[in-house]
T-cell receptor
Framework: NAGVTQTPKFRILKIGQSMTLQCTQDMNHNYMYWYRQDPGMGLKLIYYSVGAGITDKGEVPNGYNVSRSTTEDFPLRLELAAPSQTSVYFC?????????????FGDGTRLSIL | DAKTTQPPSMDCAEGRAANLPCNHSTISGNEYVYWYRQIHSQGPQYIIHGLKNNETNEMASLIITEDRKSSTLILPHATLRDTAVYYCIVMENNDMRFGAGTRLTVKP
């Protein structure tokens, strides 16, 4: 049971570099989410998607972009990496937007920007 | 901002029940109470959720007070592997706001 898979698990970037964090799910979930978690803090929503071709901003979208071309994949793009983006990034998915449907999370990507 | 209040830390003896409290005094009628946990360096793991009735699954039980202003997550027989940060979240429309959670330490 793969669930939500994130790659890479770890990455170090230099300031100004760009990269894409990959997320894929095999549960046929319509909804997908990207969160970031800073040390000792809870998760904050960056972007989410309600289906292929539809994305929307969350609480902290600045400095990030997303796309959703398929149901399975929801990549997160950092265009100009900044030290403030050093964090752990979690992708999640759920079947619908019903509050009765739990979100299921991947194991995260640990990103350091130096 | 998170709409819940949890104690920052708790200890529990191995094999005993762990009772984790959560206050959500401003919860609205359509908001569910969710519990997740995060074991060091892993992604949040879904445990249980409920609206107003008590719920039980293979992992835990969730007790919600009649006025819905507070709830308790019960791990009936805590093991060392249950050591984690436990998050109580109220959610209405997929806006899952995580607070700081309760760090539960299960001791032998």
């Amino acid at each position: 049971n793969a669930g939500v898979t994130q790659t890479p698990k770890f990455r170090i970037l230099k300031i100004g570099q760009s990269m894409t964090l990959q997320c894929t799910q095999d549960m046929n979930h319509n909804y997908m989410y990207w969160y970031r978690q800073d040390p000792g803090m809870g998760l904050k929503l960056i972007y989410y998607s309600v289906g292929a071709g539809i994305t929307d901003k969350g609480e902290v979208p600045n400095g990030y972009n997303v796309s959703r071309s398929t149901t399975e994949d929801f990549p997160l793009r950092l265009e100009l990496a900044a030290p403030s983006q050093t964090s752990v990034y979690f992708c999640a998915s759920s079947y619908s937007d019903s509050p009765n449907q739990p979100q299921h999370f991947g194991d995260g990507t640990r990103l350091s920007i130096l | 901002d998170a709409k819940t209040t949890q104690p920052p830390s708790m200890d529990c003896a191995e094999g005993r029940a762990a009772n984790l409290p959560c206050n959500h005094s401003t919860i609205s009628g359509n908001e569910y109470v969710y519990w997740y946990r995060q074991i060091h360096s892993q992604g949040p793991q879904y445990i249980i959720h409920g609206l107003k009735n008590n719920e039980t699954n293979e992992m835990a039980s969730l007790i919600i007070t009649e006025d819905r202003k507070s709830s308790t997550l019960i791990l009936p027989h805590a093991t060392l592997r249950d050591t984690a940060v436990y998050y109580c979240i109220v959610m209405e429309n997929n806006d899952m706001r995580f607070g700081a959670g309760t760090r539960l330490t299960v001791k032998p």
